[in-house]
């Protein structure tokens, strides 16, 4: 399994954020990565060695986070008992203070397998085999766990919500720790469950801020109507006695004409009928006077009276439905009520309407237009329905006034009403959802006990493994292999280290050294040593994903060579191999040895080596960061570090972006290009000052105030000797290092414009 991509890494320092939204940076078998100094070489280095699971990450970041990908599509997060944990080995400066002390001369043990362990080694590869599954089962079940508790808490959080949303709290909210106590202290069982008309009524009171307006009793009594229609039945049935005029028993109707006119002829002296011209005798007037006595106009009063009465009081009947208050204003438990009976009141005053009034209304009629006749059974069918037709909006109009009252009583308990409302709709919707409630309960305490026991299975296995290698491992013998080591590398024997009761001394000719060894010494024997565990506890060098950063250190040419050869030899059966360097000379080791499988010759033979490069910027309105981008062309194909730095000279140059993301490090690299330009121009070792005096001699179309801006950056760049300082600050303004780059570039145009020409068309190429 080896590591094709880091597909999350956070808060790394100088390094770049990546996600595994962008794209894959590629690694292979044998991964070679340059970078100058300060552009995170060591902290990408320490991200891998995170990756180890014991390894102490005290100098990465505060919340930093480091994910790989690996060849078998698995990713693998930092932590104890991960994937790679057994596999990754990393060289740093983290490895050799933890491991070598070298003002005490002393050095942490290396175990090797004894020949005798050979049961027990077995049975520790079986058991190391088996951590990682058991690591990720707990990852998985600790990942299940949190899935579940969110369930949870997602279901919590929308069902007080929804609970809030109906209760309408005043001045709170219904969250979910109240929920949660609900659910412990409120019964759920039977009769919590609302139906649909409760629950209706109990929201609606709910939403309501204050309580509503009290309801007026409709101002309504039938006994008068019954007393008036009890009367009109009486006159209905009375015959006036009259002394029988043969004429007005033909013609009744006439009757009550007959008395106004002769009321009228006696009242005005009138001796003829003012209709016929007839004359009028005393006997005449006699006869009609005797006929339409006083009985009579009695009568006639009464019903015209009693029908007066009537009507206002139809109208009553009528303006009843009208002064019922709406049926909005009535609270929402009694309106249903409400409505019947409103309904009914207004049906059964219809019907007394239709039944009773009109039709009474009507024999009063034909009664006054016939006081003498008796009215046909026809005319007095309505008497049988007055009972009961007033007897039933007496009824419904006594259930309006019950119900007004039943509101009245409901808004004077208004809180105390809501609150139980808002208890009720609780408990409804909890008794819904207790099943889901309870459901979520139970997933977490299954996925509390599968974390339980992965835990307890790791934790087992873990035990166990380092039970076996205490009983397996012999650290005695693996000094003898590290010396050898150390007698290779540096060519003499003086040095080697001697086994102790809890690790190693370094001695010099037999004994313990006294003081530290010399920075070149150091370096052999922190590789070597580090090259000792690769294979240790039973390991095997072809399983191991080994990092290397900056091997070199303090060495001179030879020394440099051979610790390069040593790296790429004893690593060369390594899984996967990771160097990070700032040194270009052993960039250029091990990019010749790589170089044939970056690119093999044969186009069917898909590469197994990545040249990279850590590309640090200083994008507008950021800070510096630096990314691991493939390695360019120019330092790729190259030994030296020139044609690259004119490339970012040329292209500073060209830029009128203030902004531009490599300005930060301009002056280093005008002035190392400088540097490399005169050399090969003016051999020899006079100073920078001679140098140009001698071109200004050689070319007079130098430019004095170019030449200015040239010497300014010799005086304030005289520390960068070598490429390592290309990451630090410069003094320089960008406006003289602008200056400066078109100084020099016009500086070289002059002098060895063939030269400038090669290299433009080289950097063309590269672009």
Same mark, same amino acid.
């Given at each position: ?70 060849? =078998? ?12 944990? +057994? ?16 003002? &005490?001369?002393?050095? +942490? ?27 990720? +089962? ?19 959080? /929308? ?93 009744? /109707? ?17 001796? =003829? ?30 019903? &015209? ?23 909005? =204003? ?85 809180? =105390? ?119 240790? /506890? ?133 002035? +190392? ?43 304030? /760049? ?50």
């Amino acid at each position: 399994m080896l590591i094709e991509h880091i597909c999350k890494l956070r808060k790394a320092a100088i390094l770049a954020e990546l996600s595994a939204k962008q794209p894959s940076i590629g690694f292979k078998r044998y991964n070679l990565i340059y970078g100058f100094n300060g552009s995170g070489k060591s902290t990408l280095s320490r991200c891998f060695a995170a990756m180890q699971g014991d390894q102490e990450t005290g100098r990465l970041p505060t919340g930093w986070e480091f994910e790989v990908l690996t060849s =078998d599509g698995a990713t693998v997060r930092i932590g104890a008992g991960n994937a790679l944990s +057994r596999q990754v080995a990393v060289f740093n400066d983290n490895f050799i203070n933890e491991n070598l002390q070298w003002s &005490s001369g002393k050095a +942490r043990p290396v175990f090797y397998i004894g020949k005798e362990q050979a049961e027990v080694a077995a049975e520790l590869k079986k058991t190391e085999a088996a951590i990682p599954a058991a690591a990720e +089962r707990k990852v998985a079940a600790e990942r299940m766990m949190r899935s579940e508790e969110q369930a949870l808490t997602t279901f919590k959080r /929308e069902q007080a919500r929804l609970i809030s949303r109906d209760i309408r709290l005043a001045n709170r909210k219904y969250e979910a720790p109240q929920l949660t106590a609900d659910f412990a202290t409120l019964d759920l069982g039977t009769g919590a469950t609302l139906d649909e008309k409760a629950l209706s009524a109990h929201k609606e009171l709910c939403r309501l801020e204050e309580a509503m307006a009290q309801l007026s009793k409709p101002a309504f009594d039938s006994k008068e109507a019954k007393q008036t229609l009890d009367t009109i039945v009486g006159l209905l049935q009375q015959t006036p006695a009259l002394t029988v005029i043969a004429e007005l028993q033909k013609h009744p /109707e006439m009757l009550l004409w007959v008395k106004e006119g002769s009321k009228y002829h006696a009242d005005h002296g009138l001796a =003829d009928c003012l209709l016929c011209g007839g004359s009028l005798s005393d006997a005449r007037k006699e006869m009609l006077a005797q006929s339409l006595d006083e009985g009579f106009d009695t009568l006639i009063d009464q019903l &015209s009276e009693a029908r007066s009465t009537l009507a206002l009081q139809k109208d009553q009947y009528l303006k009843l439905p009208l002064s019922l208050a709406a049926s909005k =204003d009535v609270t929402a438990d009694w309106r249903e009520r409400y409505n019947e009976a409103s309904a009914r009141v207004n049906e059964t005053v219809r019907d007394a309407v239709v039944n009773v009034f009109e039709p009474a209304l009507a024999a009063i009629d034909a009664k006054l237009a016939r006081p003498t006749t008796r009215l046909p059974a026809s005319a007095l069918g309505w008497i049988d329905a007055v009972a009961e037709s007033l007897a039933l909006v007496q009824s419904w109009a006594q259930v309006i006034d019950i119900t007004a009252q039943r509101h009245n009583e409901s808004c004077d308990k208004f809180a =105390d009403r809501q609150e139980a409302a808002r208890i009720a709709l609780r408990r409804h919707y909890l008794a819904e959802k207790q099943g889901g409630y309870k459901a979520a309960g139970d997933a977490i305490d299954i996925a509390n006990k599968a974390v339980d026991d992965a835990t307890s299975e790791l934790t087992g296995l873990n035990a166990t493994a380092t039970d076996l290698r205490t009983r397996m491992k012999e650290h005695g013998q693996a000094a003898a292999k590290i010396n050898r080591l150390i007698e290779a590398y540096l060519g003499h024997n003086e040095l080697s280290i001697v086994s102790v009761e809890n690790g190693y001394e370094i001695h010099r000719r037999g004994k313990p050294i006294a003081g530290s060894p010399s920075e070149g010494e150091k370096t052999a024997i922190a590789l070597c040593y580090f090259l000792s565990t690769l294979e240790a /506890e039973g390991r095997t060098i072809k399983d191991r994903i080994v990092v290397v950063d900056d091997p070199i250190s303090s060495l001179d040419s030879k020394a440099l060579n051979y610790a390069c050869s040593l790296l790429l030899s004893r690593l060369g059966d390594a899984a996967q191999v990771f160097v990070l360097t700032h040194n270009q000379n052993c960039m250029n080791e091990f990019k010749k040895a790589w170089s044939k499988f970056h690119r093999p010759r044969n186009p069917a033979t898909q590469p197994t080596a990545s040249l990279l490069f850590l590309d640090v910027k200083v994008p507008k309105g950021g800070i510096r960061s630096s990314t691991l981008v493939e390695m360019s062309r120019l330092l790729r194909e190259y030994d030296s570090e020139y044609h690259y730095l004119v490339d970012h000279v040329l292209s500073f140059d060209a830029s009128d972006d203030r902004d531009y993301e490599y300005a930060y490090m301009m002056p280093n690299v005008l002035r +190392r290009v400088l540097d490399v330009f005169l050399a090969f121009r003016c051999p020899g070792s006079a100073g920078f000052a001679s140098k140009m005096e001698q071109l200004r001699r050689e070319h007079s179309a130098l430019d004095a105030d170019r030449v200015a801006a040239l010497e300014r950056l010799a005086q304030l /760049e005289s520390h960068s000797d070598n490429i390592d300082d290309l990451i630090g600050f410069s003094a320089m303004t960008l406006e003289e290092s602008k200056a400066a780059a078109a100084a020099l570039v016009a500086l070289m145009e002059i002098v060895d414009p063939n030269h400038l020409e090669g290299l433009r068309r080289l950097c063309r190429k590269t672009g």
